[in-house]
Nanobody
């Protein structure tokens, strides 16, 4: 069975930082695309950052220069370092692993940016 477990969400002040982690079990993830999405109630889930296997990261325009996605294939883990956080970054963040016909989602972790 495949399971993705997220951690690192929480409440942070504007301008602060958080680091999200997502670790998969039940797969060897070296060939997977790893990504982070976020969703606000009433809105569509949007792609925040993606890191294809052996390739360069892609970022939503709204987070470029502030967020960094990275991966550790040996640990089956993807990270999202979030700096200079803004209130508009408030959302539930979901990790995603995808390879060919297989796609897996984390349970979601709440990130709230508020003073």
């Amino acid at each position: 069975q495949v399971q993705l477990v997220e951690s690192g969400g929480g409440l942070v002040q504007p301008g602060g930082s958080l680091r999200l982690s997502c670790t998969a079990s039940g797969i060897s993830s070296s060939r997977y695309l790893m990504a982070w999405y976020r969703q606000v109630p009433g809105e569509q889930r949007e792609l925040v950052a993606a890191l294809p296997a052996g390739s360069s990261p892609n970022y939503a325009d709204s987070v470029k220069g502030r967020f960094t996605i990275s991966r550790d294939n040996a640990k089956n883990t993807v990270y999202l370092q979030m700096n200079s956080l803004k209130p508009e970054d408030t959302a539930v963040y979901y990790c995603n692993f995808q390879y060919i016909r297989n796609t897996y989602w984390g349970q979601g972790t709440q990130v709230t940016v508020s003073s």
